[in-house]
Nanobody, 132 residues
Framework: EVQLVESGGGLVQAGESLRLSCAASGFTINDYSIAWFRQAPGKEYEGVSC??????????YYADSVKGRFTISSDNSKNTVYLQMNNLSPEDTAVYYCATDKDVTRAIMHLTAGRRDAMDYWGKGTLVTVSS
């Protein structure tokens, strides 16, 4: 059974850092595109980042809102994807979700459109709250 479990969220002050984890089971992350979405209070979903394998090469995507501050990475031995979030601001406050799709073209399309629910699978999310 495919399952994604996010962890690492919490309450931090502006300027601090957090690392989110997405533990995957039921599939090998190397064979799928793994993305992070977030939903701020009262807002639509936003595609944050993606690890996408295209023609055997792993490429990364970052939304403009997080570029230069967030870094996505993976540990294949643990079948886990991470999102390192540095220099957090109150605008980053949201529930963060890990999601995956077998089709890289669909994954990129859904990520840029903020369509978490269109991905094949997603977790229950982890809350990140950044105070000023």
């Amino acid at each position: 059974e495919v399952q994604l479990v996010e962890s690492g969220g919490g309450l931090v002050q502006a300027g601090e850092s957090l690392r989110l984890s997405c533990a995957a089971s039921g599939f090998t992350i190397n064979d799928y595109s793994i993305a992070w979405f977030r939903q701020a209070p009262g807002k639509e979903y936003e595609g944050v980042s993606c690890l996408c394998s295209i023609d055997g090469s792993i490429t990364t995507y970052y939304a403009d809102s997080v570029k230069g501050r967030f870094t996505i990475s993976s540990d294949n031995s643990k079948n886990t994807v991470y999102l390192q979030m540095n220099n957090l601001s109150p605008e980053d406050t949201a529930v963060y979700y890990c999601a995956t799709d077998k089709d890289v073209t669909r994954a990129i399309m859904h990520l840029t459109a903020g369509r978490r629910d269109a991905m094949d699978y997603w977790g229950k999310g982890t809350l990140v709250t950044v105070s000023s």
